[in-house]
């Protein structure tokens, strides 16, 4: 009797410390130097520290989270977990330990390229401030359930069955600052922006959709600087420009010095393929590259941008024929001020230091030594301008930080020579 009773105190013992460790990790204030995170979350997970995401997080609103340099935040592949913001968040990597947001190394296989292994980040309307900085999301985008976190508080599309962005935020009067960061191995959208004051500056984008999806996905609300990006081999756009929504302010963007490569041709049939433009967005676009892209420029003429829009300086330059027709303006095909554009294939060559222009156009595999940088004697340099108004050249202060969106440069693309 005495043996038994003991069991069945160790037992109960056992559920009383089980059960406190659940509620732990459902309330995390602060992480240990290594910790594992459900549920509500804020404070600071530590330089160097790797946070083990076992199910879906929430930063509550009110509440910050500080995601500081050299962070890996590692998803759970079974729970695919979401990442829901409705407080603030901050991911402050640098260049040599950048904060990354990925899955065990066991799974980044081929096969599993798209990701689609966890969910995103999304921010609702009550988060205030979203800083990512030399941060890397990759192999994210899972597809949503009647379950999912964000179907139940109605967030994003609030539905089953949608392929999340890596992320999505909506707030018209919230600030969102994504510098110096990567997003790889996707299924659909990189980003979905439902509203705020943003700066997107050099950024890189690769290997993402696989039925859809583009780089960066603005909609109404949104009042945007987008500039020094490297977007390669999007299924569909690198920019996607909207004004739908019925948000307020209109969607206004200027985007200008960033680079396209080959996007848009994984998906033959839809519109658009590297920088779409409808519903009267109001755009700029300035100094912009695109190689081996699927058109450049392209209008709904059915829902066309708002008439104030501006292009001007903008480089093509296609490998074949059939590439550089399709640069061609046309009603629905944008030709800008002082663009250069060419008849012939291989006109116009921006001359990278190292970025074969044979590469077939339906690539989708990035490999990280090729270099977009222009060499010396490359006729883009010099052909942009720096004559416009980006909306902030002041900056954007966020986590106390004034955060500027770079001044264009007179080459044409993200990168100058080196």
Request: aromatic share 10%; with cysteine; hydrophobic share 35%.
């Amino acid at each position: 009797m005495m043996n038994l009773k003991r069991i069945f105190t160790g037992l109960a013992l056992s559920c009383i410390l089980f059960t406190a460790c659940e509620k732990a990790n459902k309330d995390v204030d602060t992480s240990p130097i290594d910790g594992a995170a459900t549920g509500e979350v804020s404070g600071v997970w530590p330089k160097g520290s790797t946070q083990i995401i076992k199910g879906d997080v929430v930063i509550p609103e009110g509440k910050t989270l500080t995601i500081e340099e050299g962070v890996t935040v590692l998803m759970d592949t079974v729970a695919k977990p979401e990442i829901i913001v409705k407080g603030n968040l901050y991911a402050l990597g640098t260049a040599q330990n950048p904060v990354k947001f990925t899955v065990n190394d066991f799974y980044k296989t081929d096969a599993k390229k798209f990701g689609k292994m966890w969910g995103g980040i999304l921010a609702g309307p009550t988060c205030a401030e979203l800083v990512l900085d030399h941060t890397i999301l990759e192999y994210g985008g899972s597809t949503t359930s009647d379950a999912s976190t964000s179907v139940k508080q109605g967030l994003y599309k609030a539905k089953a069955g949608e392929n999340l962005p890596a992320l999505w935020f909506s707030n018209v009067n919230g600030k969102l600052v994504v510098v110096n960061s990567t997003f790889r191995n996707f299924q659909e959208d990189c980003t979905y922006i439902d509203g705020g004051k943003i700066i997107f500056a050099n950024n890189t984008f690769y290997t993402t959709g696989v039925t859809g999806g583009e780089a960066m996905n603005f909609k109404s609300g949104c009042v945007a600087d987008v500039a020094y990006n490297l977007v390669y081999s999007t299924n569909t756009n690198a920019l996607k420009l909207s004004n739908s929504g019925d948000r307020t302010p209109q969607a206004y963007i200027v985007a200008y010095n960033n680079t396209m490569v080959n996007t848009g041709w994984r998906r033959p049939t839809a519109k658009g393929g590297s920088v779409w433009v409808e519903s009267t967005v109001r755009a700029e676009l300035h100094n912009n590259l695109f190689v081996n892209t699927r058109f450049g420029i392209k209008r709904d003429t059915k829902k066309p941008e708002d008439s104030r829009s501006v292009y001007t300086n903008n480089w093509y330059c296609g490998y074949d024929q059939t590439t550089v027709n399709q640069f061609q303006p046309t009603s629905d095909v944008v030709g800008g001020t002082n663009d250069v554009i060419g008849k012939t294939a291989g006109e116009n060559n921006p001359m990278l230091v190292n970025y074969p222009l044979n590469t077939p156009v339906d690539n989708a595999v990035f490999n990280t030594s090729w270099d977009f940088h222009l060499q010396g004697n490359s006729p883009a340099l010099g052909k942009g301008i720096t004559n416009f108004t980006r909306h902030y050249a002041a900056g954007i202060m966020a986590n106390g930080i004034t955060y500027q969106s770079p001044a264009p440069s007179t080459y044409v693309g993200a990168f100058g020579t080196r």
